[in-house]
């Protein structure tokens, strides 16, 4: 399986910025994908544009976000349905800044899937320990939390859709800081057979972010049990991004 790529592009990327990012590269995206998936996930209003531009190609698009709720009076907020009917194929949910800056809780990012799953589209599911959670030796039992109450949504994913888990330490992102090979790996071995175990029959695709960028990532792609990366500030350069993909 070729390795996943997911650039979040938060509100760094504007519409017009997103828009000339993919048809400036456009070729060279097409050939990245030759060896590499790729999926874009920029704001929700250059949603429909990102599609168009890659319609009939295979770079995916993804939301950064979607409504807990199917539809109804929520102004302000973006139904998965509208998401669905625009082309778009995954979702990122309970990423740590809507956790903490839109105090996001389990149970509303347990809604967000179970709705994502039931419309075909993949969510890309953020989980990861705070700072001093991490200082404390906390980080599995955090990680087992976030993943319990979205046991019994995994199992009716089976064998439709693979959902794509992104454990992405709170203190390692946008920060520069990285935790060791080693504790990651740890990690992420741990994460497989966790996953396995509460979910046997579901398949997850495990990819890591945090500061991936193209000084780390070729140690990061030494790691068994990782499929890809969720990559924020790294992501919006085209050069930095190109390098992340194409470095052995
Ligand atoms: P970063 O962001 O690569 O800028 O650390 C990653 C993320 O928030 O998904």
Redesign the pocket.
């Known amino acids: 399986m070729k390795r996943l790529y997911?650039a979040?592009w938060?509100m760094n990327m504007h519409y017009c910025a997103a828009r000339s990012f993919c048809l400036d590269n456009y070729t060279r995206i097409i050939e990245l994908s030759n060896d590499a998936e790729i999926i874009i996930c920029p704001s929700f209003p250059v949603l429909q544009e990102i599609v168009s531009i890659f319609n009939n190609t295979s770079i995916k698009v993804g939301a950064q976000n979607c409504c807990a709720y199917q539809s109804g009076p929520y102004t302000g907020e973006v139904s998965i349905q509208s998401l669905q009917e625009l082309g778009v194929s995954y979702c990122?949910v309970g990423?740590?800044?809507r956790r903490t800056l839109f105090d996001e809780t389990n149970e509303q990012i347990a809604k967000k899937i179970e709705l994502l799953l039931s419309a075909q589209i993949i969510p890309i599911f953020?989980i990861g320990e705070s700072k001093e959670e991490y200082e404390n030796n906390k980080t599995v039992e955090i990680l087992a939390n976030q993943l319990a109450i979205c046991a019994q949504l995994f199992s009716q994913a089976i064998n439709q859709q693979s959902i794509i888990i992104?454990y992405?330490p709170v203190w390692?992102?946008?920060?520069?800081k990285i935790a060791g090979h080693d504790y990651l790996a740890h990690i992420f071995s741990w994460l497989r057979s966790y996953l396995a175990k509460i979910s046997p029959k579901s398949n997850f695709r495990l990819v890591y972010?945090?500061?991936?960028?193209p000084e780390n990532s070729s140690e990061l792609k030494k790691i068994d049990s990782l499929d890809g990366f969720?990559?924020?500030?790294?992501?919006t350069n085209f050069q930095t991004f190109e390098k992340i993909v194409s470095l052995l």
């Open positions: 997911i979040n938060k990122i990423h740590s800044e953020c992104a992405e390692s992102i946008g920060t520069g972010g945090g500061s991936v960028n969720l990559i924020g500030n790294a992501s």
